[in-house]
């Protein structure tokens, strides 16, 4: 069980990550809405583990990932993107994000991700 936030500006995306999320048992201890309230919270709740959208409003998830990292090295941080997001892939590899899952989110995939990272 690992206590997580999610970072999404979209309300949608935040309610399929919280259900699929709670019902593999984890805690979902935050939602942020874009990067900088992600990062805030970051600082607040200090997370297990933060999923982390790419394309949001005010600071983007690859800049929120990044100060992420800056506050806490060994911060665990899954990336979601969307379809022609190479670039910002790329980048978000290069900033240290944990994992990646592509939208549309499958339940399968996000619990195994999830699994994986948090060695269980
Ligand atoms: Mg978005």
Redesign the pocket.
């Known amino acids: 069980m690992a206590r997580i936030l999610i970072v999404?500006?979209?309300r949608t995306?935040r309610k399929i990550l919280r259900q699929i999320l709670e019902e593999s048992g984890h805690e979902v201890v935050g939602e942020a809405t874009n990067g900088e309230e992600g990062v805030l919270q970051y600082k607040e709740l200090r997370p297990d583990l933060t999923t982390m959208?790419?394309?949001?409003p005010i600071v983007d998830g690859v800049e929120a990932l990044q100060q992420i990292r800056e506050l806490d090295p060994e911060a665990k941080v899954i990336m979601i993107s969307a379809a022609g997001q190479k670039h910002k892939v790329l980048a978000a590899m290069k900033a240290g994000a944990a994992e990646f899952l592509t939208k549309p989110l499958d339940e399968e995939e996000i619990t195994e991700r999830i699994n994986k990272l948090l060695g269980a």
Do not use: K, N
């Open positions: 999404d500006d979209s995306t959208d790419i394309t949001m």
